[in-house]
């Protein structure tokens, strides 16, 4: 076993393959073992201290030790090292070796725009074939499966917040005052040019792509990002009241939540009535922490208890979630926490803010259903955003939904029309930016639907694994990143897999004790997700 070795020379395609046997069809190899565990150290330490570890204050997410427990065990070698060594060594091995970023070498975009977005590469031509086996070969690309018949790879974005945050200080240049997009323009011009259009990347359906890509824009401008302090400046907490107004405007949400409200007392509404007091309750006052997006094949879990350990689960390792294209009615997720971040995390102000994509010249008809109902706690102030991007620019379109019961939350939503700096202000600041982003909507409007995948590759989904927990159970998981493998070498090493792979980690609860039950752990509202 080598870890340098080539995918064509390792695990050659059938008409490749030296044994003249195997060409004719005679003999026929089996499918390649390609899993490797991962998440090794957080899963150690939540078998052996459940309650404490899962329980940690989020203000202690941003730091090495933390950070270095998600994704290949590689990163652990660097765990007791300083932020700059960790750094240094995870840029090289997403640029293959080398130090030096090129916003001019599609692989290096690729990789760092990948680990923060969430893209992947086509598997239908063989142009697309060839530029997936150079990302797993040399630049931390996790492949998943293997068709040894005509050699087609099934590949996916791992999801390590080391590598989102090494990516995030290639692509926004900043000198603690002010941010330069230069690097994310340039990059972006190429994703739309040279990808999307070069028939490369998947363009994902309905707009997805662009609506990640702008909550990571907008959370690349805010505060901390831009602070003096270098260590792990794009995965500290955050209001997301800061974000909110950063990617929709100053004041929007909180105007036009007013507006409601005085709307609603003017109906002679009692203040009982009205979604007034606990801070803790209201999503503005809450933080997130996301520095890249991670994705599901699995619906998100019926209970609003197996909800909120899903929401720690991606606290924790810094993520955002795209939904699965099976999804109804959501289809990005921002984890939010409303408590006090210095203190250990109560599942009760567990919260997150949902999103919706459109991509319709005539924006659909905005209505708030029962189905956000079971996304909130009773009595707390949820959010809800529908994005038009295929529409016209419009002001912003507020609604309401009152609780009918005691039992039920008030849930905001706002509709926002059009993709460009009109609707989302910040791109306003960076005219070339806004442009870019512009290009690419105009590249996925173009662009036919691409074939489906190959029968062949549509069972290579990787390997489940069964981990025990602390209490000796063990539950499968598919959301990005929990455990996975990879076969490969130079920069594959072992990585986290976006699709089936993964470990359950339990939920404690506040007294340190563990869950017997958490209503649904993965994404999905059984024991599988």
Not at 20 to 41: A, N
Not at 350 to 379: D, M, V, Y
Not at 430 to 442: E, F, I, K, M, S
Request: hydrophobic share 35%; glycine share 10%; with cysteine.
């Amino acid at each position: 076993m080598s870890t340098n070795s080539r995918i064509k020379v390792f695990l050659p395609c059938q008409e490749h393959d030296g044994s003249g046997r195997i060409v004719r069809g005679i003999l026929k190899l089996g499918q390649p073992f390609c899993c490797v565990e991962l998440d090794v150290e957080c899963n150690l330490r939540v078998r052996r201290r459940s309650g404490k570890e899962l329980n940690k204050k989020i203000s202690e997410f941003a730091n090495v030790d933390h950070m270095t427990m998600f994704g290949r065990p590689l990163w652990r070698l660097y765990a007791s090292e300083s932020y700059e060594k960790l750094l240094g060594f995870v840029i090289m091995k997403m640029l293959g070796g080398n130090t030096r970023f090129s916003t001019s070498n599609v692989h290096h975009v690729f990789t760092a725009v990948a680990s923060r977005v969430c893209i992947d590469p086509c598997v239908n031509t063989e142009k697309s074939i060839q530029f997936s086996r150079e990302a797993v070969e040399n630049h931390l690309r996790l492949l998943i499966g293997i068709d040894r018949t005509t050699g087609m790879l099934k590949t996916a974005t791992p999801s390590e917040p080391v590598v989102a945050e090494a990516a995030a200080t290639l692509l926004v240049c900043n000198d603690g005052k002010s941010s330069d997009m230069t690097s994310w323009t340039t990059c972006i011009q190429m994703v739309s040019e040279e990808l999307l259009a070069g028939g490369i990347i998947e363009k994902g359906a309905k707009g997805e792509l662009l609506g990640r890509l702008l909550c990571i824009l907008a959370r690349d401008q805010l505060p901390d990002g831009l602070s003096s302090d270098r260590d792990f400046r794009y995965s500290r907490p955050f209001k997301a009241k800061m974000f909110l107004d950063e990617l929709l405007g100053d004041d929007t949400v909180t105007r036009h939540i007013d507006g409601e409200i005085e709307r609603r007392r003017a109906g002679q509404a009692t203040k009982r009535t009205l979604p007034f007091g606990d801070e803790n309750l209201d999503f503005r006052e809450g933080w997130c922490n996301f520095n890249h997006f991670t994705f599901t094949t699995e619906n998100l879990p019926t209970t609003l208890e197996g909800l909120q350990n899903l929401i720690r689960r991606l606290l924790r390792r810094n993520a955002a979630l795209q939904l699965s294209p099976r999804q109804p009615d959501w289809d990005l997720l921002l984890p939010v926490y409303t408590g006090n971040i210095n203190k250990p995390i109560h599942r009760n102000h567990l919260t997150a803010i949902f999103i919706q994509i459109k991509n319709r010249h005539q924006p659909e008809k905005f209505i708030l259903g029962t189905e956000s109902l079971k996304c909130f706690r009773p009595e707390q102030l949820g959010f809800c955003v529908q994005m038009e991007f295929g529409s016209s620019f419009r002001p912003p379109l507020a609604r309401m939904r009152w609780p009918t019961l005691a039992s039920e939350p008030f849930v905001f939503g706002l509709q926002v029309f059009g993709a460009n700096y009109r609707t989302f202000p910040f791109l306003a600041k960076y005219p070339a930016l806004d442009t870019a982003c512009g290009n690419l909507v105009r590249t996925m409007e173009t662009l036919s639907e691409f074939p489906d995948e190959p029968p062949l590759l549509q069972a290579l989904n990787g390997v489940s694994m069964q981990e025990p927990n602390a209490n000796a159970r063990s539950r499968r998981v598919r959301y990005g990143g929990a455990t996975g493998g990879a076969v490969g070498g130079g920069g594959a090493d072992v990585a986290g897999v976006s699709d089936e792979l993964g470990v359950r980690e339990d939920m404690g609860e506040e007294d340190g004790e563990d869950t017997e039950d958490d209503g649904g752990v993965g994404l999905g509202d059984g024991d599988d997700m």
